[in-house]
């Protein structure tokens, strides 16, 4: 009798016992009656270890990646698709015949995710964080000709510090796009540290974070009335175009 061929996939991270993409492919694989499909966490405590996912596990054929190693997995691979690379981070891995291939999702899922909600006035932009996520909410912008700024404690990438943020600078940014982990479950009362008595009606916050699914930093914004988004979407869009380069399709 024939072996049923394997096919594996997971996971590559730090701390992911939440996993989105775990439950979410499980779910995708059942629902598809693919029986010889599996998904795995590969939680990493260091990049250094990366390797050893293959030592015991030789019919992977794809893998996702999240914080914090989008920008640290590249040295490990064989080839880099260009978006990715002009991003600089990776969250998609195809491991076939040529090797180990990095490819970008979150780039396409934000920009679908966000799309329906922009209008003419959304012109200018913070991205709060500065990590291999807000890379590729940079390259968006940038496709959509969205001027924007960073905000992070240390204020590089020549952008704002926290405590730079006046009433006048949250004006001017009528996006606001949260790529830090700041207010994820369990620190659910968490919220980016911005001067929200200036946000208002004009304003679109998008909040990388799924879980809750309001979070603070949202909630907030949606009580001076802007409009809001969170992550969750996103995910799904990065998540099923991860699927179709692992299948070529």
Same mark, same amino acid.
């Given at each position: 009798m024939e072996k049923t061929e394997q096919h594996k996939f997971g996971l590559v991270g730090k701390n992911i016992s939440y996993s989105f993409s775990r439950g979410y492919f499980k779910k995708k694989f059942?629902? &598809?009656? &693919? #029986?010889?499909?599996?998904?795995?966490?590969?939680?990493?405590?260091? *990049?250094?270890?990366?390797?050893? !996912?293959?030592?015991?596990?030789? /019919?992977?054929?794809?893998?996702?990646?999240? !914080?914090?190693?989008?920008?640290?997995?590249? %040295?490990?691979?064989? @080839? *880099?698709?260009?978006?990715?690379?002009? *991003?600089?981070?990776v969250n998609t891995i195809k491991i076939d015949e040529n090797g180990l291939t990095g490819f970008n999702t979150d780039a396409y899922g934000f920009k679908n995710a966000i799309l329906p909600y922009i209008q003419p006035h959304h012109n200018s932009a913070l991205i709060l964080g500065t990590g291999g996520a807000s890379k590729a909410i940079a390259f968006v912008l940038d496709e959509l000709g969205i001027d924007y700024r960073f905000v992070s404690r240390s204020g590089k990438k020549n952008g704002f510090r926290y405590n730079e943020l006046t009433g006048d600078t949250i004006e001017? @940014? /009528? &996006?606001? !796009?949260?790529?830090? %982990?700041?207010?994820?479950?369990?620190?659910? #009362? #968490?919220?980016?540290?911005? %001067?929200?008595?200036? !946000?208002?009606?004009? @304003? &679109?916050?998008?909040?990388? *974070?799924?879980? %809750? #699914?309001? /979070?603070a930093f949202l909630q907030t914004g949606k009580l001076n009335g802007a409009r809001t988004c969170n992550g969750l979407r996103m995910l799904e869009l990065q998540a099923e175009k991860a699927w179709s380069i692992w299948n070529n399709i």
């Open positions: 059942q629902d &598809l009656g &693919l #029986e010889n499909y599996s998904y795995e966490n590969f939680d990493l405590n260091s *990049i250094e270890v990366f390797p050893s !996912i293959f030592s015991n596990n030789n /019919t992977i054929s794809g893998l996702n990646v999240t !914080i914090p190693y989008k920008e640290e997995v590249i %040295p490990y691979l064989d @080839h *880099i698709d260009h978006a990715a690379q002009q *991003i600089g981070a001017k @940014h /009528t &996006l606001i !796009i949260n790529c830090s %982990p700041v207010g994820t479950f369990p620190n659910i #009362e #968490e919220k980016p540290a911005l %001067p929200y008595t200036s !946000i208002g009606q004009k @304003h &679109l916050l998008f909040d990388l *974070i799924y879980n %809750p #699914e309001v /979070t």
